[in-house]
Every structure is written in C-alpha cells, then in structure tokens.
C-alpha cells in the first residue's frame, strides 16, 4: 500500500484509541500481529510482548486498569514503505498511587496488506516506572 494510506489507517487507530473504542483499533491489526510495549513488567504492568488480536485486547486491558490519560496526542508521522514511525507526548496518571506522568514517545507501526502486523512502543520507561512506584512511606 501506498504510505499515504499506511498513515491514514495508523492515524484511525490513534483516533479511535482517543474514542476508547478497542474494536475498531483490533479492526486495523492482523490476525498474528506482534505488539510491542518495551519494560519490565515489574516496573510497568504492562510491558511485554503481545501476540495476536487476544494479546493486543490483554495489553489495553491491563493498560487501562493501570493508567487514565488525561492527554495522548500523536504529533508528527513520518512514513517509508511499509512503515510509519509516530511521535508524540502523553500525560496520565497512575491508578495505583494517583502519581502523574508526562513523557514524549514514538512508536513504530509495520504494515501489509492495510493491516498492522508489527507495533513498538518507545516510552522513557525509566520515568514511566517511577510513577509506577511506590515511595517506601507508601508501602504497606
């Protein structure tokens, strides 16, 4: 496919993350897609490496039980062949300790045949795993 469509279709994903709507997002993958989120799961509950559309639901599950973005905002996509790499920034909170975190990422899709086949995530996961911290005058 051509890039322009490539960044039509990723760009319907962000805005139908920005909707909550998973369906239409898992809509745009392919069936065996690998889904990327780079951490340690001890750090980040949900970081990992997901595989198929099963995976891809488990992963914004677990996401959305752990952290509510009250900003999520693509800023710049930049296609070649196949793929299409995303910048941009988010602020959320962390449900576990009310703790905020703001950060820039960028993200790298894969695509064939109009559908995803390969996610990642490139998060600061150092200071995304400190707001997923408890301070040790929080522990219980």
Not at 87 to 96: C, D, E, L, P, V
Request: proline letters at 2%; aromatic letters at 12%.
């Amino acid at each position: 496919m051509a890039e322009q469509d490539n960044t039509s279709i990723v760009k319907s994903i962000y805005e139908a993350f920005g909707r909550g709507d998973i369906d239409a997002l898992v809509g745009n993958l392919a069936d065996d897609v690998e889904w990327v989120i780079p951490g340690e799961q001890d750090g980040i509950p949900y970081a990992g490496t997901y595989h198929g559309l099963g995976g891809v639901r488990d992963f914004f599950s677990t996401m959305g039980g752990s952290i509510d973005y009250n900003q999520f905002e693509p800023l710049r996509f930049v296609a070649q062949a196949d793929q299409v790499a995303v910048f941009g920034s988010y602020h959320g909170t962390i449900k576990a300790n009310t703790r905020e975190v703001e950060t820039k990422w960028a993200m790298e899709w894969t695509l064939k045949d109009g559908k995803v086949t390969n996610f990642t995530a490139y998060d600061d996961t150092a200071t995304l795993a400190a707001a997923f911290a408890f301070s040790s005058s929080a522990a219980v």
